[in-house]
């Protein structure tokens, strides 16, 4: 196996073994594997393709959106509007509703806004995303301001047999991590191919990238697609475990506490984004549990982490030790010396 090879598969090999461990955490006793913290890790899963979808634009090319929880928001209220009251509905036909329209969404502001830049394009996309919380905060498509609730978890049954009960925790638990895992995997190949490479280029030089014939708009335009969608299941996931939604996750509170995600974890990096949402969600149950002024603790903790880590948690790595170098003599030729 050449060195690049091995590059390749040292990174997949981590991947296994982190989701290896997701996955048998329901079966470790109690109070460790208790019911509670099967829950609280499925919310932090959730969290983490949310902020994984913003990494993409972000980390990855240099788009900086305050407005990508519309499209999280948008997923979560495809479940709302599509729920029956009186059973389960369809759990493929709200997956799909949840994840296409949250793309279609994406594409339509994305072909308003990809020509903007800079603090124009933050400023453009903060302002759609506005826009789609005061649609549904202000009419009464989905509850309006008071939100709407999902009386039962969406059934994938099919042909009649129930290939998962969501209604577990740990049929739910092992269902978020295959969504978290899909979405890593996406992402990983978009940045091994071409197409992640050019998202590269873009955030580096965007006018090379074109001067050397490259449709940048069309690449960010894909990019910005590709990670409403992926919000979109993040939606989708965080609707069917809490059953209920609200404005509150479509405005920009929320797309800001993504943004932090990235930058607590590493920007540019889906391990500093899986390790920001991590981190996130476990420092604010912790926080909260201390005291009701937990905020004031919490933003001193990310001053102090972007203070002493500015390449945030993934650039926290074990370097191996250097091996003492033998101390020259009298008798050492020069080439020995410094061989």
Do not use: C
């Not at 240099?62 to 997923?75: D, E, I, M």
């Not at 920001?276 to 004031?296: I, K, M, N």
């Amino acid at each position: 196996m050449d060195k690049h090879s091995s590059l390749l598969v040292r990174p997949v090999r981590a991947w296994l073994l982190v989701l290896a461990l997701l996955a048998v955490f329901p079966l470790l006793p109690e109070p460790i594997g208790s019911k509670f913290h099967v829950e609280l890790l499925s919310k932090v899963m959730i969290m983490a393709i949310f902020a994984a979808s913003l990494q993409l634009l972000v980390g990855i090319t240099g788009l900086v959106s305050l407005g990508h929880a519309a499209f999280f928001g948008f997923g979560a209220y495809a479940v709302a509007m599509l729920a029956p009251m009186s059973e389960a509905g369809n759990g493929w036909l709200m997956l799909a509703a949840a994840v296409g329209g949250a793309g279609l969404l994406a594409l339509l502001v994305g072909a308003l806004v990809m020509r903007t830049q800079g603090i124009y394009f933050i400023m453009v996309t903060l302002a759609f995303g506005q826009l789609v919380y005061f649609v549904f905060h202000d009419t009464r498509i989905a509850g309006g301001s008071d939100g709407a609730y999902i009386y039962f978890k969406p059934d994938f049954s099919i042909a009649g047999w129930q290939a998962i009960d969501l209604e577990k925790a740990g049929h739910f638990h092992g269902f978020v991590l295959a969504g978290l895992a899909l979405t890593l995997a996406v992402l990983g190949l978009v940045l091994r191919s071409r197409f992640g490479h050019a998202l590269a280029g873009i955030r580096h030089n965007e006018q090379r990238m074109r001067a050397a014939g490259y449709p940048t708009l069309l690449y960010k335009l894909g990019a910005f697609v590709l990670a409403g969608m992926l919000a979109g299941l993040g939606g989708f996931l965080y609707a069917a475990q809490y059953g209920f939604v609200t404005p509150e996750i479509l405005s920009w509170h929320y797309s800001g506490n993504a943004l932090v995600m990235i930058i607590l974890g590493g920007l540019g990096s889906l391990g500093g984004a899986v390790a920001g949402a991590f981190a996130f969600v476990l420092l604010s149950e912790g926080f909260s549990a201390l005291t009701r002024h937990w905020q004031l603790l919490f933003g001193g903790f990310i001053i102090l982490a972007v203070a002493l880590l500015p390449q945030g948690l993934a650039g926290l790595r074990l370097r191996r030790p250097r091996r003492a170098r033998p101390t020259p003599t009298a008798t050492d030729t020069p080439r020995e010396r410094h061989a």
